[in-house]
């Protein structure tokens, strides 16, 4: 294993993100409705690096290259008071990269004060992705 550091995304991370969201995208339920629309995910990428306290962006590198990148937005939920951090996408070439990001994206959402953060996992192309709730 090498060394590994976490970034928050900026503009010069498009091709990065691009390149993993492509990829998450591939392997979801999604590329079987519509293809990827790399000019949509590049504007929305784009406006959320604009409001760093409702969107974050984190990639993880081993040595300078980038193994993995998680987007969490903050959220009400029309159900709940408190707001929470809903992972937008995960993607992880290395396994060591999980773990990095998900203890990144908690620190975030408390920052920001959400009250619990939801992230998903693929577990099949033929279905949606499975969802784990977890109070901060």
């Known amino acids: 294993m090498g060394t590994l550091a976490l970034k928050i995304g900026t503009k010069e991370d498009l091709p990065e993100f691009l390149n993993m969201t492509e990829k998450l ?11 990827f629309n790399k000019g949509r995910v ?28 998680l987007s969490a937005g903050k959220t009400k939920l029309d159900f ?13 070439e290395k396994r060591i990269a999980l773990r990095p990001l998900l203890k990144a ?7 920001v004060g959400c009250r619990a953060t939801l992230v998903g996992k693929i577990t099949s192309r033929n279905s949606p992705e499975v969802y784990k709730l977890r109070k901060i």
């Open 105 to 111: 994206h908690r620190y975030w959402s408390k920052l």
């Open 80 to 92: 709940c008071s408190e707001p929470i951090s809903v992972e937008l996408a995960l993607w992880i």
């Open 25 to 35: 995208f591939n392997s979801s339920v999604y590329a079987t409705i519509s293809p």
């Open 42 to 69: 590049a504007e929305k990428y784009f406006s959320s690096l604009a409001t760093p306290n409702e969107v974050v962006t984190l990639f993880c590198y081993e040595d300078g290259v980038p193994i993995g990148l």
